[in-house]
């Protein structure tokens, strides 16, 4: 039937000459048996016919498989952390602008082990590329400056039926370094916190034994010895208050004063405050003030603390100047600076830094002799940070130092 109907043309007009044939009065049978005869050679000659079969489409047809790696990139670039995409040799094929800021900038295509040297980094990168699974450990860069990260290493999710063979790795970098700092400040703080009340402790108990035992019926080493247990606990009380206004600073470090004040009557009233200390230790105090007011957003009390701290510092340990300075200036178009100058023996250079740290001294004797805390730079810090002032320190050996506040 399929033949018949792909010869269909042919059989129509050899059953029209047919007709024609008899109708011109040609003999019937021999126009039948031609007829047949015509019918079975078209048959018999004619090509079979396939079944239709729907094909599916060949080589052009079909989408090649395309890298994924620029969509992987493109979200990559927008993190503020170092990111790497590795391929499954553990080569570079990618890294962020925060990547090729903090490790320099690598070749495409070069091993990680081109850059990152770390043993850590390399076994860990190993072991994801064998196991498909994430990993993370600690690592360490000295050079150019110490940094802490915590390197983190997983395969990237390309999701199901997506057209290719690539394998990404995601190595990424978190820094941790100003936790690291603020976890050992924390624990320095509580050792130094613990061993300057250990050692007035200490005193008071060995004196009070003393009194009760060898000294019970001496009125005179009894005298002598209340008076030193009564500078103990004067020293204990100076500390206590110091831990309690820092820890009351940091509570309200981020609430930034809106009260104005005029710094010329309050530097006037911290001078008078000083007085009786500078006779002791044979200063002078020259306040250098402008004419009207420099008036700044500020905390009265607060900074009353920071120039009490640093002209008592200047006297403490410049005395050997005679003279402190306090200079005021408010110049037009300029911020409103005050600067305390001494005439001291200054502090040697590698020491400035470090001023403002918490019971940091510069010399832990001369800084006790003196009824130091090692708080008060401290102090001063936490306040003007809330000031959203600047401390600046200025120091040379032999000449003396210069302390600024900056508003």
């Known amino acids: 039937m399929a033949r018949i109907r792909q010869e269909r043309p042919v059989l129509l007009m050899s059953l029209l000459i047919a007709l024609i044939a008899l109708a011109a009065g040609v003999n019937g049978w021999a126009v039948l048996g031609l007829w047949v005869a015509l019918i079975i050679t078209a048959l018999w000659h004619a090509t079979p016919v396939a079944n239709e079969v729907p094909l599916e489409p060949v080589g052009e047809d079909v989408e090649a498989a395309r890298s994924l790696l620029p969509e992987v990139s493109a979200t990559l670039a927008a993190l503020d952390i170092p990111v790497m995409v590795l391929s499954g040799d553990a080569s570079v094929l990618y890294q962020n602008r925060a990547a090729e800021k903090a490790f320099g900038e690598m070749t495409i295509g070069a091993h990680i082990s081109a850059r990152l040297r770390s043993p850590g980094i390399l076994d860990m990168m190993r072991e994801t590329i064998a196991t498909n699974a994430p990993n993370?450990?600690?690592?360490?860069?000295?050079?150019?400056?110490?940094?802490v990260y915590i390197v983190r290493s997983a395969p990237v999710d390309l999701g199901d039926g997506q057209p290719t063979s690539e394998r990404f790795f995601v190595l990424s970098f978190r820094d941790i370094s100003e936790v690291r700092r603020i976890d050992r400040m924390r624990s320095d703080f509580v050792a130094n916190a613990s061993h300057e009340l250990r050692t007035p402790l200490a005193s008071l108990r060995g004196f009070i034994e003393t009194i009760q035992g060898p000294a019970k019926n001496d009125p005179r080493a009894q005298e002598r010895f209340l008076g030193i247990m009564l500078d103990q606990a004067t020293r204990m009380s100076r500390?206590?208050?110091d831990l309690l206004s820092l820890s009351r600073l940091e509570l309200k470090s981020h609430i930034a004063?809106?009260?104005?004040?005029?710094l010329v009557p309050l530097l006037g009233h911290v001078k008078d405050s000083l007085m009786p200390l500078a006779n002791d230790v044979g200063v002078e105090i020259a306040l250098h003030l402008p004419d009207g007011k420099a008036e700044v957003l500020g905390d009265r009390d607060e900074l009353v603390q920071v120039f009490e701290n640093l002209m008592e510092n200047a006297c403490k340990y410049g005395q050997e100047g005679k003279t402190v300075d306090v200079f005021l200036r408010n110049n037009q178009g300029q911020p409103v600076e005050v600067t305390i100058v001494d005439q001291g023996p200054g502090i040697p250079a590698e020491h400035v830094p470090r001023l403002t740290e918490r019971f940091y001294r510069v010399s832990i004797e001369d800084s006790r002799s003196k009824k130091g805390t090692g708080l008060g730079l401290a102090i001063v810090k936490h306040i003007l940070t809330r000031h959203r002032a600047r401390l600046i320190v200025k120091s040379e050996v032999g000449t003396g130092t210069r302390f600024t506040v900056r508003f």
């Open 136 to 147: 993370q450990i600690e690592h360490s860069e000295r050079l150019p400056s110490e940094r």
């Open 239 to 241: 500390l206590v208050d």
């Open 257 to 262: 004063p809106d009260e104005k004040v005029d």
